[in-house]
């Protein structure tokens, strides 16, 4: 069974940092795009970064850029988003997804094939 399967998540304070982890099974994922969503309580799911296959390219999305950053490590089949100085509105459920027909720049307006189950991060103020 193909899965994606986030950890990480949890219930900090604003300015507090937090790492979040998502570990591919079933299948070697690292031709893939890889990618982070998130999702606020009433709010449509946004985009958050992707990674390249190889781990050269990322690109996240501008408001986030400074505080989150994405990487990956293809031998443990395994993205990570570091995040710092986290805020209030940074609360949500955060999602990694995984396309081979993304690129990093694409991923954010389409649907990738395999989606983790979603790890809750709360940051308070």
């Known amino acids: 069974q193909v899965q994606l399967v986030e950890s990480g998540g949890g219930s900090v304070q604003a300015g507090d940092s937090l790492r979040l982890s998502c570990q591919g099974s079933?299948?070697?994922?690292?031709?893939?795009?890889m990618g982070w969503f998130r999702q606020a309580p009433g709010k449509e799911r946004e985009f958050v970064a992707a990674?390249?296959?190889?781990?050269?390219?990322?690109n996240v999305v501008d408001s986030l850029k400074g505080r989150f950053a994405i990487s990956r490590d293809n031998a443990k089949n395994t993205i990570y988003l570091q995040m710092n100085n986290l805020r209030p509105e940074d609360t949500a459920v955060y999602f990694c997804?995984?396309?081979?027909?993304?690129?990093?720049?694409?991923?954010?307006?389409?649907?990738?094939?395999?989606w983790g189950q979603g790890t809750q991060v709360t940051v308070s103020s």
């Open positions: 997804a995984a396309d081979k027909d993304s690129t990093i720049w694409t991923m954010k307006r389409e649907n990738p094939d395999f």
């Open positions: 079933g299948r070697s994922f690292s031709v893939d795009v």
């Open positions: 990674i390249s296959w190889s781990g050269v390219s990322t």
